[in-house]
């Protein structure tokens, strides 16, 4: 089996979960490539999370605070990078200058400009495969609602609406973090942190917005520091996002309404994607993540169905597939289409791959025309 040693950059949750999905890689029994973690990068390098990597992980040959040491590792192939959006632009350009493969987290760059310059220096290096991080569309529900866009069973596409739906910041005593502070986490707020996300499954299947008209809102205006004091919470809470949306497959134009959300009442942690199609409609939510419900009509009649899925993943797994399917699978089959892309140069199916550079620019350009959109009260083309 082919084996890629990895350096990890940021060890907080996501790098913990990447931690545990190499840990349980042995549940992929087809999959003749895995990953191995051998160095360890975090600025603070608090001592239960190294502790945590290194009693579990025997392969860990290195352990630093400066990333720059990771990357110059020439036992490192590969570096999966979970830092706050500020690091976003110089630590990916530095791990691809060094030549080095890249699995990085969203939004890819705290703004457009990073963006664009972390783009232009994915092209400088065709040699180096890089890709985002999205777990959702790894949902084997999810599995069968995209393999319903690939066999065109929507028909013509009516409406889409998707969004990332979570009450983490309902409290107003929550004390203040890094992703509700501007300058680590961006202008674009719950978008950079949510969006990408719900993004990923309308641009692979090739709907793309064509003008945005926002509505965003900051809620909680500040919240606890932590030592006793309140700060300022500039980011924005929510976001509304309606777009006229072109299918490239087609031609044709529907609406779609994409919502990011940290303040919504009634929610845990919600992504769900609705779609609405003249031959068939679908929906899907993470509240009851075996569900898909799907609806076709017959001799004049709505018929809706409802389908339960168990493990029926894109890449196999040894639990039963009657079994249900949670977060960590998620991510287990994330990273599996990750490494399974690097080395067949193709993706599984076209909805079994983690987010393309491509998809990232999108969003920034949709994220940066929302801004414009709720300041000005315009829509705002693309």
């Given at each position: 089996?082919?084996t ?17 999905a ?36 025997s ?79 790894f949902f084997?529900?999810?599995q ?15 409406e ?52 945005v ?21 500039k ?43 003249t031959?068939?409609?679908?929906r ?99």
């Amino acid at each position: 089996m082919e084996t890629i040693r990895f350096g990890v950059i940021g060890l907080g949750l996501m790098g913990r979960e990447f931690g545990s999905a190499a840990a349980r890689w042995c549940h992929l029994p087809d999959m003749d490539i895995r990953p191995e973690i051998v160095a360890l990068c975090s600025k603070t390098l608090p001592e239960d999370t190294v502790r945590w990597f290194t009693e579990h992980f025997s392969t860990i040959s290195q352990v630093t605070g400066d990333y720059r040491e990771l990357i110059m590792n020439p036992d490192v192939d590969a570096i999966y990078c979970a830092v706050p959006h500020h690091l976003h632009e110089v630590i990916y350009c530095a791990v691809l200058d060094s030549g080095k493969h890249l699995l990085g987290e969203k939004p890819f760059g705290i703004d457009k400009r990073a963006n664009d310059i972390i783009t232009a220096k994915i092209v400088e290096h065709p040699e180096c495969f890089v890709r985002c991080t999205s777990q959702f569309p790894f949902f084997p529900a999810v599995q069968k609602l995209c393999g319903m866009i690939e066999d065109d069973a929507f028909g013509e596409i009516i409406e889409v609406e998707a969004g990332f739906l979570h009450s983490s910041d309902l409290n107003p005593q929550k004390p203040i973090n890094w992703k509700r502070i501007l300058e680590y986490n961006g202008e674009y707020g719950c978008m950079g942190d949510l969006g990408m996300h719900v993004c990923h499954v309308p641009f692979r299947a090739g709907w793309i917005p064509r003008n945005v008209r926002a509505i965003l809102s900051n809620i909680v205006k500040e919240r606890p520091d932590g030592k006793g004091g309140k700060v300022p919470c500039k980011t924005w809470d929510n976001a509304v996002l309606f777009s006229e949306t072109e299918n490239t497959a087609t031609g044709e134009t529907f609406p779609m309404t994409i919502k990011t959300q940290r303040i919504a009442p009634g929610e845990k942690n919600t992504w769900y994607l609705s779609v609405l199609g003249t031959k068939a409609s679908a929906r899907f939510s993470t509240r009851n993540p075996r569900l898909l419900q799907v609806m076709g009509y017959y001799s004049g009649e709505q018929v809706l169905c409802e389908i339960q899925t168990g493990q029926e993943t894109a890449f196999r797994s040894i639990t039963g597939s009657i079994f249900e399917f949670g977060f960590s699978d998620a991510i287990l089959q994330m990273w599996a289409g990750y490494l399974y892309e690097l080395k067949n140069k193709k993706p599984m199916n076209k909805f079994a791959g983690c987010v393309l550079p491509e998809e990232t620019a999108l969003s920034h350009r949709l994220f940066s025309a929302a801004l414009e959109s709720h300041k000005n009260r315009t829509t705002v083309a693309l």
